[in-house]
């Protein structure tokens, strides 16, 4: 069965930092793109970022790059997602989400999402 | 502003088909596959259709998805109260500024 379970969230200040990491499961981890997708309280889905199954190729979005770094240890079995500088906008929970080889917008598992609160 | 528009809400009562649309552009919806994600209250968002109108094992055949230019819809026939729940569309986005997954708003569904 696979599993995601992220974890690393929490209460932190503006301007702070934050790791967030995510443990998998039941499927063969480095075989597979994985993405983190966040959602404000009351809010929309918003993609996060995306890293290659290698980590040969990584993407951003707009609101995070050079902020947030996403990496992944094949190794382990876990996908991460440093968070610096943080903002109140920030605040959401993260969810990571599995991806399919090839396409990068097909997410076919997700975990259960870590909240993240940013505020003085 | 998200950068695909999904009405806001949609209701229907039980045995009824709903559709919701989900609109994009050249860059997204026009040029790449569209994916549909339920989000059932306090749960996280599950893969309801792949590839503008696959369905993942296990989702039933009253969901269906369509694609059409830079538009998309997904379809719910036979109307179920546990269909009640969040609906997001989603495409890869060859953007000018940068490669990019977007998202609909997001259509909450009311079951009457």
């Known amino acids: 069965e696979v599993q995601l379970v992220e974890s690393g969230g929490g209460l932190v200040q503006p301007g702070g930092s934050l790791r967030l990491s995510c443990a998998a499961s039941?499927?063969?981890?480095?075989?597979?793109?994985m993405n983190w997708v966040r959602q404000a309280p009351g809010k929309g889905l918003e993609w996060v970022s995306y890293i290659s199954s290698s980590s040969s190729t990584i993407y951003y979005a707009d609101s995070v790059k050079g902020r947030f770094t996403i990496s992944r240890d094949n190794a382990k079995n876990s996908l991460y997602l440093q968070m610096n500088s943080l903002r109140a906008e920030d605040t959401a929970v993260y969810y990571c989400?599995?991806?399919?080889?090839?396409?990068?917008?097909?997410?076919?598992?997700w975990g259960q999402g870590t909240l993240v609160t940013v505020s003085s | 502003q998200s950068v695909l528009t999904q009405p806001p809400s949609a209701s229907g009562t039980p045995g009824q088909r709903v559709t919701i649309s989900c609109s994009g552009s050249s860059s997204n919806i026009g040029s790449n596959y569209v994916y549909w994600y339920q989000q059932l209250p306090g749960t996280a968002p599950k893969l309801l259709i792949y590839r503008n109108n696959q369905r993942p094992s296990g989702v039933p055949d009253r969901f269906s998805g369509s694609k059409s230019g830079t538009s998309a819809s997904l379809a719910i026939s036979g109307l179920r109260s546990e269909d009640e729940a969040d609906y997001y569309c989603?495409?890869?986005?060859?953007?000018?500024?940068?490669?990019?997954?977007?998202f609909g708003g997001g259509t909450k569904l009311t079951v009457l």
């Open positions: 989603a495409a890869w986005d060859d953007s000018l500024s940068g490669p990019r997954v977007v």
């Open positions: 989400a599995r991806g399919v080889p090839a396409a990068i917008a097909w997410f076919d598992y």
């Open positions: 039941g499927f063969t981890f480095s075989s597979y793109s």
